[in-house]
């Protein structure tokens, strides 16, 4: 999250050969106070609750981890958190 009304960022995080985290890459995404993000099981998307933005962002997950804006939803109020359901 970020503070001053910047957008928030989704970091990639790489691991080491001793299992410790690097930030890799950051993605804005697409609001402000991200709340909340979720993996689809098939892990090609990422889904982000912005909530000071009334916004839920879409990104495609392409095979080396990076994200791409696939959507951006505008949502009735606050967004806190986002789940995928698979039907």
Do not use: W
Request: a negative charge.
């Amino acid at each position: 999250r970020r503070n001053g009304g910047a957008d928030g960022e989704l970091v990639r995080c790489d691991l080491d050969d001793a299992g410790l985290a690097t930030a890799a890459a950051a993605t804005a995404t697409l609001g402000r106070t991200p709340r909340n993000f979720t993996i689809t099981p098939a892990g090609d998307y990422a889904v982000v609750a912005n909530q000071n933005s009334d916004s839920v962002a879409v990104f495609a997950i392409a095979s080396d981890g990076s994200l791409s804006e696939s959507q951006l939803l505008s949502v009735p109020s606050k967004p806190f958190y986002v789940t995928v359901i698979d039907e």
